[in-house]
């Protein structure tokens, strides 16, 4: 039995579409916090994410980031309540209390703006 091109074509679509959105490159969970550079010039930044309940770090990172570019950590949280903390360039740290809950569909984006850092949280 021979396939001609458009039958081929066709079925190939309808995989492709039958697809989309069943694949990414987290599929295991969504990302906890991501970090990003919004500024015009390369940022250095110290990102700590601490436990309220005890107290326990859980990430301590030093990072340079260039314009525009992000660094993205997992499965940090855990669902813990927790209080994320960056400094910039040696700057005064910002802080935010969060916690991802218990859905993998949450995170928190931290944005490095030229005047101030922007914590917002997510729900995918």
């Known amino acids: 039995m021979t396939i001609d091109r458009r039958t081929f074509l066709g079925g190939l679509s309808v995989a492709v579409v039958g697809t989309a959105g069943c694949l990414s490159v987290n599929s295991d969970g969504a990302t906890d916090i ?3 550079n919004e500024r015009s010039q ?3 930044a110290t990102l700590r994410v601490t436990r309220l309940s005890d107290g326990a770090r859980l990430l ?3 990072l340079s980031l260039d314009e525009d570019e992000s660094e993205a950590y997992d ?3 855990s669902g813990a309540r927790v209080e994320v903390q960056i400094s910039v360039d ?3 740290p910002e802080t935010y209390e969060w ?3 218990e859905s993998d569909a949450s995170g928190l984006f931290v944005d490095i703006e030229a005047d101030s850092i922007t914590f917002s ?3 995918e």
């Open 99 to 101: 916690s991802d809950g």
């Open 42 to 44: 390369t940022a250095t």
């Open 90 to 92: 040696d700057g005064p």
């Open 75 to 77: 499965e940090v949280v």
């Open 34 to 36: 991501t970090v990003s």
């Open 121 to 123: 949280p997510v729900i």
């Open 60 to 62: 301590e990172d030093t």
